[in-house]
């Protein structure tokens, strides 16, 4: 089963600081990794997406990728309170189907 | 910015009723995808299609739930007699040509189903 976990939180972090969100996933296959972020309510809205093992910037909002570790992190620098949502980790293989996180919940605090 | 829209925005049915959940693509994508949403659950996989025909489905899609791309530009999700555990957040995806590496799946806003 190709799993994707990730801590549940809250996860709470000042206005300004770096939030830092973690995910691991059990299918050594996974070439394709995405973190979307999704509002009460709302559907997924892609952030990035990481294909090679390393660091990718956009923004504020930087992907790393440790393929040999099956691990995937979001870090978030000068958080802001419109970054509290919850944040969907994924793996895709090929052109099948996302398999999702249950997501970990942001909330910043002013 | 394209973008998958997905009608209605809530639906109301009752129990062992037939419904349909619409879904208008990005126009130059050729995969699109179902997922759906229990309250306060994972986004789960339902189905993929592609070259109007499925290319995979979950245990969830049993012969209750159809997909049809009828026309150039629609895609829909049919559910043919509503159970109470349909209820659920259903979510349309699409994505471009897939490559070497899987393009993202772009999300329509969902459609609310409520089942009575």
């Known amino acids: 089963q190709k799993e994707v976990e990730q801590n549940s939180g809250p996860l709470s972090v000042p206005e300004g600081a770096i939030a830092s969100l973690n995910c691991t996933y059990s299918?050594?296959?996974?070439?394709?990794f995405f973190w979307y972020r999704q509002y009460s309510g709302k559907s997924p809205e892609l952030i990035m997406s990481?294909?090679?093992?390393g660091d990718k910037e956009d923004g504020r909002f930087t992907a790393q990728l440790n393929k040999a570790s099956q691990y995937v992190s979001l870090l978030i620098r000068d958080s802001q309170p419109s970054d509290s949502a919850t944040y969907l980790c994924a793996h895709q293989w090929g052109a099948s189907k996302i398999i999702f996180g249950s997501g970990t919940r942001l909330s910043i605090r002013p | 910015e394209p973008e998958v829209t997905q009608t209605p925005s809530h639906q109301v049915t009752q129990m062992g009723q037939e419904v349909i959940l619409r879904c208008v693509p990005i126009s130059n994508h050729l995969y699109f995808y179902w997922y759906r949403q229990i309250l306060g659950q994972k986004v789960e996989f339902l189905v993929s299609?592609?070259?109007?025909?499925?290319?995979?489905k979950s245990e969830i899609f049993d012969d209750q739930f159809s997909v049809e791309r009828p026309d150039g530009s629609n895609f829909t999700l049919k559910i043919r007699s509503t159970k109470l555990e349909d209820s659920a957040m259903y979510f349309c995806a699409s994505s471009a040509e897939q490559g070497t590496r899987a393009q993202p799946q772009h999300f329509g806003d969902g459609t609310r189903l409520s089942i009575l």
């Open positions: 299609f592609y070259n109007n025909e499925i290319s995979e």
């Open positions: 299918d050594r296959g996974s070439q394709s």
């Open positions: 990481i294909y090679s093992n």
